[in-house]
């Protein structure tokens, strides 16, 4: 029985191995062992009198049998042809441009079981000068950086975009070169997305996706569902690299770290001159972009308001579902000072009479009214 049980789990692993295998082919995906690229760069580091030696003595085979040597030349073409590919694929991974500048990520993407890949050819981020600390938006695409001027100080600001492929095993969305200028937002309702299809190898424009909520939509050449998710956006800039003299040839006066980064707290704590006990960012679906308050929001769209969908907090700049009265699922901070305060809120009555003075004429409002017995039945 234990035979059984163990050959049909051996068997089930097989295929669920041949089946991850056949995806990833199909999207374009090709994984290298460890040991192949440790063995290739060992190969190439060595001298090549050392190289040469090895491949002489691999060729051959010294094997003794019945008190003769017998040499039997190693059939090893298709070894030899698949080790070049090998090095070739790791002088590639050396040669690739390394990362720099603002890194853009998609925090809790989820990609369907068909969706294949994801580009942004085009985005809408909000940026904020440097100098004024005004934040206007920007659209950038990835072909040319875009120059502007700040509209407060007239402070020159220049942005450009350079895209990355999102798939399963990746969620950098790509990375931005800013100049006097820092990242606040990507407004995603607003981006262009190229997205592949993992069943025709097809890909094609989606627009207006939104956080936290799931896009869902069919493929235009084989209809296959295909669906997308991404919770927030996380901006990260990357120290440049330094040279042999010890300078990156950077001045680090006009850079400066993105202005919302998780774990540290929002500008101004997340408040604004209209409410100081508000310590929030809330997003609003109308526009896909994030002000302190619904008055904020209007002063810079025109555009009808909604009611926001989801938060920002001001102590640890997490994003979550909105809620109010509720603490930060992630530090725990009150963003607001609850639902009642101890006014009166507009007549609900929300003070505690045990502590009320005894000269306030509230303390005993409605105690001592006479209530007719037909009146305290239905009551009970």
């Keep these: 029985m234990t035979c059984k049980v163990s050959f049909s789990l051996a068997v089930f692993f097989f295929f669920l191995q041949l089946k991850k295998d056949i995806d990833l082919e199909k999207a374009g995906l090709q994984f290298i062992p460890y040991q192949e690229l440790q063995v290739t760069v060992s190969e190439t580091s060595e001298p090549a009198s050392d190289a040469a030696a090895a491949d002489r003595d691999e060729d051959i085979e010294m094997t003794q049998e019945e008190g003769k040597l017998v040499q039997k030349e190693n059939l090893g073409g298709d070894e030899g042809t698949e080790k070049e590919e090998t090095s070739h694929l790791v002088e590639n991974i050396k040669i690739s441009d390394p990362r720099r500048g603002t890194e853009v990520k998609l925090l809790g993407l989820m990609l369907g079981e068909n969706t294949a890949t994801v580009v942004a050819p085009q985005i809408t981020v909000s940026l904020q000068c440097n100098r004024c600390k005004v934040t206007a938006d920007l659209t950038l695409n990835g072909r040319t950086p875009c120059s502007a001027q700040c509209e407060n100080c007239t402070t020159s600001i220049s942005a450009a975009f350079r895209p990355c492929m999102l798939h399963h095993y990746s969620d950098v969305l790509g990375y931005l ?13 607003e981006c262009e997305l190229t997205v592949g299809c993992l069943s025709c190898s097809q890909e094609g424009p989606v627009q ?7 896009k869902e939509f069919n493929c235009e050449n084989c209809h296959t569902k295909l669906s997308i998710l991404a919770e927030s956006t996380k901006f990260h800039y990357i120290q440049p690299r330094t040279n042999k003299t010890g300078s990156s040839g950077v001045s680090y006066k006009t850079l400066r770290d993105p202005a919302v980064q998780k774990g540290k707290p929002l500008p101004e704590k997340g408040t604004c001159k209209h409410f ?14 994030t002000y302190p308050c619904d008055v904020c929001h209007d002063e810079n769209q025109d555009h009808p308001m909604e009611l926001a969908t989801r938060m920002i907090c001001g102590f640890c700049a997490k994003e979550q579902p909105y809620g109010n009265g509720k603490p930060c699922v992630s530090c725990g901070g009150m963003m607001t000072r609850g639902t009642y305060t101890s006014h009166w809120e507009g007549g609900q009555g929300c003070r505690n009479k045990v502590k009320m003075s005894r000269n306030d004429r509230q303390k005993y409002a409605n105690s001592n009214k006479t209530v007719s017995r037909k009146a305290a039945t239905e009551k009970k």
Aim: with cysteine; charged share 20%.
């Design 208 to 214: 207006n996706l939104a956080y936290g909520q799931t």
């Design 177 to 189: 070169d800013l100049q006097n200028t820092t990242a606040v937002d990507l407004v995603l309702q």
């Design 276 to 289: 100081k006990q508000s310590h929030r960012w809330l997003r609003f679906p109308c526009c896909g972009r």
